[in-house]
């Protein structure tokens, strides 16, 4: 009798950088695919009422603690970073409209998206991805219904409508918790800290945040849910499910900021080229 | 050492008989892993069939390939004499309401509690009232012999045996024609795997349904199995050899000169021997 050895093939890292990237052209096709699957689903499907209600509560009011904290402290640090440069000039009372421009344009909606995405994304993913490691995503498949409309819609639609919501509520608390500090730590005078916030601070300013949030919370649901669906076997894949989720909706939000700040300025100059430039 | 012959199919002179499920040539690979090859097997209308082999043979596979939870790589999956591939999604989903699975670790739903486990398939499948949803529900527990009081518990409440009856119950709910089973009795005691094995012939008795059982238990085999097939892993196939290495009753697996066969049935070690060429 023979027996029949077996020898691995070797691969350069030429064959190597290849295969990664073909892997990684791969899963964004399969994330594009997964997506456009989610969008579908929100058309014709129909979530269940109670799971909806319950993943509304779980993202909105749960995540309500944690976005005040991050909302009080992001407008003291500015209140505390950005006194001195202002006080050196003699203008101390305009350091509101510094902080308030910054928080709802730019660091409220940047900052509650990422806290949310390491609370709420996170959370999702690992729990998808422990439903796809004891096989519930197929149980549901085997039951006749479709675990994109039953699972990840519901976690979309919390995430795009009430991830706003919680950037209006960082916002808020973030320019109390500003004003707060420059007012009676700082001793900035309280009616010019508001006039020149009112002057500085636009209505394009609070719906460019919004707008950006809408775009967080629904990058935010999309990785978390993908990542959870597409979770590797073990309790290993699942950690590792909720720490990419994070990463990548991180990434993701800093570049969703970028390009929407940049078409969301263009837009505004080519549509008011008579008004001052913001800068 | 010859390979026993497969199922050889209807008596070309007799009406023909149309498969529940049936398997021809399939392949299936997860990256470069070939898990099935050339895999061909047909579910006979009322039997139970049980899939025996080792541990990473390709069991389970087969089983969701027949439920279409996995696509083949290559070869057929027919429901009815059709190939699954080529019916549209919706067709593949409402088709796929013939099938009852019972998963390997029951895949009970752990924000649910028993109840809505139960009651899910009944839901999304059909309008029916809370009164009548929640008569099926405890029918399907009393079926598996289960008290209707365990309704609001959650899964993690439940012991082993009481998560795999509840997950039979849901599988049961919707009146399938064909009973999906993978590893039933895996994970418990010898007093629960004979309830088990009861509730799966008393699933038979009383519905007429069409059962694939995948299993390494042999109490398991002897106790629910009218054939049994028997895959061998891909890595120790010959080049031109069916996965699927033998095909038989219970007693022809026993008796069985395939010393494959014989270990596997025998509880003997996995070592072997294999002629090549």
């Not at chain 1, 800290?193 to 300013?205: G, I, L, N, P, Q």
């Not at chain 1, 499910?241 to 909706?249: D, I, L, M, P």
């Not at chain 2, 409402?94 to 009970?108: P, V």
């Not at chain 2, 069409?210 to 009218?226: E, F, K, N, W």
Request: with cysteine.
């Amino acid at each position: 009798m023979s027996t029949v050895s077996v020898s691995r093939p070797t691969f350069s890292p030429i064959h190597r950088l290849g295969a990664l990237v073909l892997d990684r052209v791969e899963s964004v096709g399969d994330f594009s695919l997964f997506a456009i699957g989610v969008l579908g689903q929100l058309v014709s499907g129909r979530p269940r009422r109670r799971v909806l209600l319950e993943t509304m509560y779980v993202v909105g009011v749960g995540s309500i603690p944690v976005v005040v904290v991050t909302g009080v402290f992001i407008g003291m640090v500015l209140a505390v970073q950005g006194y001195d440069s202002f006080h050196h000039l003699g203008m101390e009372t305009r350091i509101g409209s510094v902080i308030n421009v910054s928080l709802v344009k730019e660091l409220g909606p940047v900052l509650a998206a990422t806290m949310l995405a390491g609370r709420v994304g996170s959370a999702m993913a690992a729990e998808l991805g422990t439903m796809r490691v004891t096989e519930q995503i197929d149980a549901i498949r085997a039951l006749g219904a479709n675990p994109v409309g039953q699972l990840v819609v519901p976690r979309f639609l919390a995430c795009f409508l009430l991830i706003p919501v919680l950037t209006i509520v960082a916002d808020t608390v973030g320019i109390v918790g500003g004003w707060l500090f420059s007012t009676q730590a700082l001793d900035v005078n309280s009616h010019f800290y508001w006039a020149h916030s009112r002057a500085f601070v636009t209505a394009f300013d609070v719906a460019t945040g919004l707008i950006k949030s809408v775009f967080f919370g629904g990058a935010i649901a999309l990785v978390a849910c993908y990542h959870g669906f597409h979770c590797r076997a073990g309790a290993k894949g699942v950690g590792r499910a909720a720490t990419v989720s994070f990463v990548v909706s991180f990434v993701a939000i800093l570049a969703l900021d970028f390009f929407l700040g940049l078409l969301l300025n263009t837009s505004y100059r080519l549509a008011y080229p008579q008004l001052p430039s913001l800068l | 050492m010859s390979t026993l012959a497969l199922n050889p199919g209807p008596d070309p002179g007799s009406p023909t008989v149309v498969e529940p499920v049936s398997l021809r040539a399939v392949g299936r690979r997860f990256g470069s892993q070939e898990v099935l090859r050339n895999l061909t097997l047909s579910v006979r209308s009322g039997e139970t069939l049980v899939v025996i082999g080792e541990s990473g043979c390709g069991k389970s596979v087969t089983l969701k390939l027949m439920i279409s939870l996995l696509d083949a790589t290559s070869g057929e999956v027919c429901w009815e004499g059709h190939d699954v591939a080529g019916l549209s999604r919706a067709e593949r989903d409402r088709h796929r309401l013939r099938f009852g699975y019972l998963f390997q670790n029951s895949a009970l739903f752990d924000s649910f509690d028993v109840f809505e486990n139960v009651a899910y398939g009944l839901r999304e499948s059909a309008d029916r009232s809370e009164a009548e949803i929640g008569a099926v529900v405890v029918e399907r527990l009393e079926e598996v012999g289960l008290d209707a009081g365990i309704c609001s518990k959650k899964p993690a409440e439940l012991s082993g045996g009481m998560r795999k009856r509840v997950a039979l119950a849901r599988a049961l709910a919707l009146e399938p024609a064909v009973m999906l089973y993978d590893e039933p009795t895996t994970g418990l005691d010898p007093v629960m795997t004979g309830v088990i094995n009861r509730l799966i012939c008393q699933v038979r008795g009383r519905r007429s349904v069409t059962s694939v059982v995948v299993t390494h238990d042999l109490s398991t085999v002897r106790a629910v199995a009218d054939r049994v097939v028997m895959l061998e892993p891909v890595s120790r196939l010959a080049p031109d050899e069916p996965q699927a290495i033998f095909s038989g009753t219970v007693a022809e697996a026993f008796a069985s000169n395939d010393s494959r066969v014989a270990a596997f049935m025998q509880g003997g070690d996995a070592s072997w021997e294999r002629e090549v060429g």
